[in-house]
């Protein structure tokens, strides 16, 4: 898992060996398009390859075969010179992504990817994606790997592409009572904030309650207003 950047006559990941085995997951490969046998993934003589969920941008080409066997599921390749996916890549695969509709296997998708800030080599899938995101197949590797380049767990229908997209989540709102357990709830602000301990009596109700909703919101609000 890693990204992988360059500028000049190059390729990103590369065999020469015969008959070599080589398996890549989750990497990000971008800038190799300074001349015209530049590739994020190449080979020559007969490697095999098993490429999964790897995202690839801006290069010459995305995956050449130049020779080999390659095995393909859930990559994204965007944005390159000449063509996203080039040379036979007869090895099998699905769910492959592209926007020059050059993505081999079956069930691929064909569209400009929607990232957070492309701009900024910021390959994360932004969340109105509507090309990678949900539409990877789920554990390719048969149980190699189930998290993305960043560590997030991989879940349900995969994303296709080195990064799942993970929603931001709001924050929590942490209460104590005062016989000491903390509680955490998700109410929303401005409305009345309700906490039950462990007594079975709910913070915000009538006097005699031997618990005192005490909020320690991070922010400083009051929750009970």
């Given amino acids: 898992q890693m990204c992988i950047r360059d500028r000049y006559y190059s390729g990103g990941i590369n065999s020469y060996y015969t008959d070599s085995v080589n398996k890549f997951w989750n ?60 040379g036979n890549l007869n090895g099998g695969g699905s769910h492959n992504c592209s926007d020059d509709n050059t993505q081999p296997g079956s069930d691929g998708r064909n569209g400009e990817v929607l990232f957070v800030d492309e701009g900024g080599d910021d390959f994360h899938l932004a969340s109105n994606d509507t090309v990678a995101l949900g539409y990877g197949t789920a554990d390719p590797g048969s149980g190699l790997f189930d998290d993305d380049i960043d560590g997030d767990t991989r879940s349900g229908t995969w994303d296709i592409g080195a990064d ?51 909020p320690t919101a991070p922010d400083g609000i009051q929750l009970s207003d």
């Fill in 27 to 86: 990497n990000i490969v971008y800038d190799f398009n300074g001349a015209n046998e530049c590739a994020a993934f190449w080979s020559d003589n007969s490697p095999v390859f098993y490429l999964y969920n790897n995202t690839v941008h801006n290069c010459y080409r995305g995956i050449w075969d130049y020779g080999g066997t390659w095995t393909l599921y859930n990559n994204l390749v965007q944005d390159c010179v000449a063509e996203c996916y080039y």
């Fill in 164 to 214: 799942e997209y993970v929603a931001a989540g709001g924050a929590t709102i942490q209460a104590e009572c005062a016989d000491g357990i903390a509680i955490s709830d998700a109410a929303a602000r401005n409305a009345i904030y309700r906490a039950l301990c462990m007594d079975g009596i709910a913070g915000g109700d009538s006097p005699g309650n031997i618990a005192t909703l005490r």
